[in-house]
């Protein structure tokens, strides 16, 4: 069994463009959700995908996009990169409503110059 | 609304015990967990309590829960430099809904 992979592990880009970040659920697990973590906060709920479809999203804007692929591994797009979405952004994945909770990835860090 | 508060930083001296503090607002919240991050990595799952328990133990954590006052505490026993890291005290409506997740207490180990 494998845990939640995520890549890359780190990457810069530049104001303006755009990113996309990957994740690997943990093997059986059909849920994944996105957190932006920025410097010195707790992570902030992103969206979450359920079996492909969007299932709840929070409190950012269009240009954060995401895709859920039929093997439950999913992406998250950012679009339009400003310096403030630099950040720690960390997808979880569980099997929904499954006892086990969900289990966090290790993160991309993603710095906006 | 939402909001999970909790103090940014403790020092503890090895070996003796550390409570995290945290405090939420949102009283539908069934699941309230604590996790770890160490530095440069993800988050660890510690422990988490429903919200109709008063206390769980696990080893050397306890979690305290007063609902009434949305309180939440976590006690390390015995704690040692391993335990050195970011703790973040977090709620959800449901096992399967979002994480909402205070800004996390910064424990240090003192020898």
């Known amino acids: 069994e494998t845990g939640v992979t995520q890549s890359p592990t780190h990457l810069i880009k530049t104001r303006g463009q755009q990113v996309t970040l990957r994740c690997s659920s943990q093997s059986g697990h059909n849920t994944v959700s996105w957190y932006q973590q920025a410097l010195g906060q707790g992570p902030q709920f992103i969206f979450q995908y359920y079996r492909e479809e969007e299932n709840g999203r929070g409190n950012f804007p269009p240009r954060f996009s995401g895709l859920q692929f039929p093997n439950y591994s999913s992406e998250l797009n950012v679009n339009a990169l400003e310096l403030d979405d630099s950040a720690l952004y960390l997808c979880?994945?569980?099997?929904?409503?499954?006892?086990?909770?969900?289990?966090f990835g290790s993160g991309t860090r993603l710095t906006v110059v | 609304g939402e909001d999970v508060e909790q103090s940014l930083f403790l020092s503890v001296r090895e070996g003796d015990s550390s409570v995290i503090n945290c405090t939420y607002t949102?009283?539908?919240?069934?699941?309230l967990y604590w996790y770890k991050q160490e530095p440069g990595a993800g988050l660890q799952l510690l422990t988490y309590i429903f919200s109709n328990m008063d206390m769980k133990q696990d080893q050397r954590l306890t979690v305290l829960l007063n609902k009434k006052d949305k309180h939440l505490s976590l006690r390390i026993a015995d704690t040692q430099t391993g335990d050195s890291a970011i703790y973040f005290c977090?709620?959800?409506?449901?096992?399967?809904?979002?994480?909402?997740f205070g800004k996390g207490t910064r424990l240090h180990i003192l020898p």
């Open positions: 979880a994945s569980s099997l929904r409503d499954w006892t086990d909770l969900g289990t």
């Open positions: 949102d009283s539908s919240s069934t699941y």
């Open positions: 977090a709620e959800s409506l449901n096992r399967d809904d979002k994480i909402i």
